[in-house]
């Protein structure tokens, strides 16, 4: 099992460009969430999807959108990338809400210039 | 709303010290609480977890206790590896409907040989 994935791993941006970060798992699992590390202010959820079908905004989700795609994999959308978003980007999953282990991927670094 | 807080790093340690690291947490009713690392350059996996009030969570050597009347879940371990060099971050989880982590800021651990 690779467990949690994330393409790109590193991706350099000029502000106002757009991308798309993938992110898949393949342990059956029903929640799946995108988080931003910066310096000093821990892990921040940016969004998650507690099951196929559904997406939720979580704390910072501005300049952001999401799809699920299917239960698999969760896509992180900028539009219009600002060097605001200059962070450290980390998907996660787990069986469900609640207690449930997260599994996090390895991150994508990214810099908006 | 809910709010982790955690002691400010780094902190260094020299090889066999003991460690303890602080956490308290702001919630309504009862969360589950948990300890999650991230080790240089890799996502956060999850070290330990406790679900109600005096339960001890404990992995790898380290202990973390659910104390609700002090509202705190301190990480604490009898001798530190150099191996254990890395950031631990502090994470609570509420009980109510579906909820999402709450992360601390994390603090960074240095142990020299």
């Known amino acids: 099992n690779a467990g949690v994935t994330q393409t790109p791993k590193f991706q350099v941006l000029k502000t106002g460009q757009s991308m798309t970060l993938q992110c898949a798992q393949d342990m059956n699992h029903n929640s799946m969430y995108w988080y931003r590390q910066d310096p000093g202010m821990g892990l921040r959820l940016i969004y998650y999807?507690?099951?196929?079908?559904?997406?939720d905004k979580g704390e910072v989700p501005n300049g952001y959108n999401v799809s699920r795609l299917n239960k698999r994999e969760f896509s992180l959308r900028l539009e219009s990338a600002a060097p605001s978003q200059t962070s450290v980007y980390f998907c996660?999953?787990?069986?469900?809400?609640?207690?449930?282990?997260?599994?996090f991927g390895p991150g994508t670094r990214l810099t908006v210039t | 709303g809910n709010s982790v807080t955690q002691m400010e790093g780094p902190v260094t340690l020299s090889e066999e010290a003991f460690l303890t690291i602080n956490c308290t947490y702001t919630a309504t009713g009862y969360p589950s609480l948990f300890w999650y690392v991230q080790y240089p350059g890799e996502g956060l996996q999850l070290l330990l977890k406790a679900t109600k009030a005096d339960d001890k969570g404990s992995n790898k050597g380290f202990e973390a206790t659910y104390r609700k009347e002090t509202t705190s879940f301190h990480l604490e371990k009898g001798s530190v590896q150099v191996s254990d060099s890395a950031v631990y971050f502090c994470?609570?989880?509420?009980?109510?409907?579906?909820?999402?982590?709450?992360f601390g800021k994390g603090t960074m651990l240095l142990v020299s040989p």
């Open positions: 994470a609570l989880i509420g009980n109510s409907g579906y909820s999402t982590l709450t």
């Open positions: 996660a999953s787990s069986e469900g809400g609640g207690d449930y282990e997260q599994y």
């Open positions: 999807s507690a099951s196929e079908g559904t997406t």
